[in-house]
Nanobody, 125 residues
Framework: QVQLVESGGGLVQAGGSLRLSCAASGRTFSSYAMGWFRQAPGKEREFVAAISRSGGNTRYADSVKGRFTISRDNAKNTAYLQMNSLKPEDTAVYYC??????????????????WGKGTPVTVSS
């Protein structure tokens, strides 16, 4: 069992930045690949970014590429999502999730093993 808790969300103006954190407890965090997802009101949950167990490989949705950076610190059992140049369309609840499968190229909201409860991000225009 892995417990995940997101933090760092909030209200920011367009063009601003936020850094989300995902703190893990329970089983060894470094044993899991990790992803960030988001869900805007009335929309399906979508993939944002993924990072492999070691942190050596990352993948991003086209909509955030060049603006968001995913990272992890396995010694601290924590992952991060640095979000720069935020746009109103980035407004959503952001979730972190982990899975045993380390193939981040196939990561999607389906098939994740454990989820956090989410942190809201609102970007005003």
């Amino acid at each position: 069992q892995v417990q995940l808790v997101e933090s760092g969300g909030g209200l920011v103006q367009a063009g601003g930045s936020l850094r989300l954190s995902c703190a893990a407890s329970g089983r060894t965090f470094s044993s899991y690949a990790m992803g960030w997802f988001r869900q805007a009101p009335g929309k399906e949950r979508e993939f944002v970014a993924a990072i492999s167990r070691s942190g050596g490989n990352t993948r991003y949705a086209d909509s955030v590429k060049g603006r968001f950076t995913i990272s992890r610190d396995n010694a601290k059992n924590t992952a991060y999502l640095q979000m720069n140049s935020l746009k109103p369309e980035d407004t959503a609840v952001y979730y972190c999730a982990v899975r045993w499968d380390n193939t981040i190229g196939t990561m999607s909201p389906v098939g994740m093993d454990y989820w956090g409860k989410g942190t809201p991000v609102t970007v005003s225009s």
